[in-house]
């Protein structure tokens, strides 16, 4: 898997955990990382792997990790503009509504859009693989009507668009 994409699943696993525990007693990012490697070791001999972030030795650990560390922060930085700008596109749904899976992964695509260093295909598509996997059969359509209406800017005002959307 690429670093990307493994610091993409490790950082809404992260804000999935976080977001469970409203941020109360949460470990830090570092912690939570630290966590996910020592199972992956804990653990290697027991299984075939596949159900782990990493493999045993993978050398992009630590750029996933740093990734992973952006999204995050990005989030935790911007997080009432990103869910005021989901709320606009969400059409019927406020974000207390929507399952933790679903909320975060729109908020990481938004948090990634904002950073502008991938393209939003590329973003879109990991975030609706990513509530697939984690989600329920229908996590990754309501993920991706979502954040391609975020994305694009549509039901939103002009300005409200370029705040998340930036990076195009």
Not at 85 to 92: P, S
Not at 107 to 120: H, I, K, Q, V
């Amino acid at each position: 898997m690429r670093p990307r994409s493994v610091g993409r699943r490790l950082a809404l696993q992260y804000l999935f955990m976080a977001d469970m525990n409203r941020y109360v007693d949460v470990e830090t990012p570092a912690e939570f990382f630290k966590t996910q490697r020592r199972a992956v070791l804990d653990n290697a001999r027991e299984t075939d792997g596949r159900d782990f972030v990493f493999d045993r030795d993978d050398p992009h650990q630590d750029e996933a990790e740093a990734f992973a560390l952006a999204l995050i922060r990005e989030v935790e930085k911007n997080q009432d503009a990103i869910d005021a700008a989901i709320g606009r596109a969400a059409r019927n749904w406020s974000i207390a509504r929507m399952g933790a899976i679903e909320r975060n992964a729109i908020r990481m695509a938004a948090a990634e859009l904002r950073l502008g260093e991938s393209p939003r295909g590329v973003i879109l598509d990991e975030a609706v693989e990513l509530a697939k996997r984690f989600g329920d059969k229908d996590s990754g359509a309501f993920v991706n009507g979502i954040a391609d209406r975020l994305a694009s800017g549509r039901g939103q005002q002009q300005a409200d668009a370029g705040e998340i959307s930036r990076g195009e």
